[in-house]
T-cell receptor, first 113, second 110 residues
Framework: GDSVTQMEGPVTLSEEAFLTINCTYT??????LFWYVQYPGEGLQLLLK?????DKGSNKGFEATYRKETTSFHLEKGSVQVSDSAVYFC????????????FGSGTKLNVKP | DTAVSQTPKYLVTQMGNDKSIKCEQN?????MYWYKQDSKKFLKIMFS???????INETVPNRFSPKSPDKAHLNLHINSLELGDSAVYFC?????????FGQGTRLTVV
């Protein structure tokens, strides 16, 4: 079955550090891939997405590239801010089962001033 | 305008009680969901409806019963609440393989 695996947290970085959160997936079809962010006390918000291989999703300085050969969708940001502190979820929606979203376990990011 | 809204935001209740959480979306989406998020932030899908029809029903106790009066609403009723039901419950809707989430309902069973 489909699944998403992402690196365990928490990840603690200093402001302006480089961020990578790893995400790999297993899917039977051709999934769309997503990163969602959850700020404290709030719901999940879509951060970025990619719908086909080699697509790059980007938003607010975050980027992720859909790598079919490595079944990965790693999230990166060149310089994190304290306001980026949140929980980040990698997710997929499979072409064959588009109503169902599979989420990773979430990675908590703490950015210190 | 709030796209996916759920009420209440907080719910504290005693074991054995029955409670409901309401969800409404104004996005015109066909599909709605209920997710449960545990204390470790893990998200587990519970139910999904498409145009008022139940399409996903994961392994969830019978005490949980979703109801969709129309495609803009998906409510969750929970009977005989147990301590283990304490969690944050998220409603979501989707169209074209992109999901939008509500703010969550933090349920605490004491």
């Amino acid at each position: 079955g489909d699944s998403v695996t992402q690196m365990e947290g928490p990840v603690t970085l200093s402001e302006e550090a480089f961020l990578t959160i790893n995400c790999t997936y297993t899917a039977t079809g051709y999934p769309s891939l997503f990163w969602y962010v959850q700020y404290p006390g709030e719901g999940l918000q879509l951060l970025l997405k990619a719908t086909k291989a080699d697509d790059k999703g980007s938003n607010k300085g975050f980027e992720a590239t859909y790598r079919k050969e490595t079944t990965s969708f790693h999230l990166e940001k060149g310089s994190v801010q304290v306001s980026d502190s949140a929980v980040y979820f990698c997710a997929l929606s499979d072409q064959g089962d588009f109503n169902k979203f599979y989420f990773g376990s979430g990675t908590k990011l703490n950015v210190k001033p | 305008d709030t796209a996916v809204s759920q009420t209440p935001k907080y719910l504290v209740t005693q074991m054995g009680n029955d409670k409901s959480i309401k969800c409404e979306q104004n996005l015109g989406h066909d599909t709605m969901y209920w997710y449960k998020q545990d204390s470790k932030k893990f998200l587990k899908i519970m139910f999904s409806y498409n145009n008022k029809e139940l399409i996903i029903n994961e392994t969830v106790p019978n005490r949980f019963s979703p109801k969709s009066p129309d495609k803009a609403h998906l409510n969750l009723h929970i009977n005989s609440l147990e301590l283990g039901d304490s969690a944050v419950y998220f409603c979501a809707s989707s169209q074209d393989r992109e999901a939008f989430f509500g703010q969550g309902t933090r349920l605490t069973v004491v």
